[in-house]
């Protein structure tokens, strides 16, 4: 199922003329860097020119899970293969969450081989046990509830609040140039203008240790 069409729109007429299950998504369109040493030939070793071609890899998963989640609110019953820079068990389920029925890889395959999918069925598996599913189809659809029209969307007041346990003052969530809202202080992250936070969550992205999450805060509202 090419990305570049209205895919739940193609799914359904598929579905409706018999096809059992689709295969989701292939890649969208797009061109590699160039060397601006040479012309501005494009980067592929092995051709003389270019044509618009495929990008694939972990870059196109949230491309993925649009497209998923599109085909299984309109399609509930239909069987959805997704797949799209899968590389642990955790974005496995997020898929399933989104719809899918059967998760396919490839990115992982190549930068770790067959070996790693050891590694995602125990995840899954361990997932399965504690969140006290019967299988991981269970959780099939879950995020689907969440997904609204922009105007419906409700948006939380919210500030920072840093884990100080966890931040070891690496500085990542100081350094994005649109916000001066947090600092470092004795060798942590510290929310210093708390007026200033607009609530974009840039920090909550960054933090490479988890050590910063959004809270509800009645003085983000009167901002």
Known sequence: MTPEADTSLVAAECAKNGAAAISAINCPQSLPGVDIYNGGKPKYPTTANQAFA??????????????????????????IAAGGGLTNWRQSVEMIMYGATTLTYCTVLYHRGFEALAELAAGLRQFVIEQGYKNVLDCRGAALRYIVTPERVEYIPSLPEIDLEKCTGCGFCVRPAHCEVLELRDGKATV??????????VCYWLCPHDAIRMIENERAAAI
């Open 54 to 79: 495929g990008l694939c890899g972990p870059w196109i998963r949230p491309l993925a899970y649009r497209h998923v989640a599109q085909m299984a609110i309109k399609l509930p019953n239909l069987q």
């Open 192 to 201: 210093v203008y708390p007026d200033k936070c607009t609530a974009c969550s």
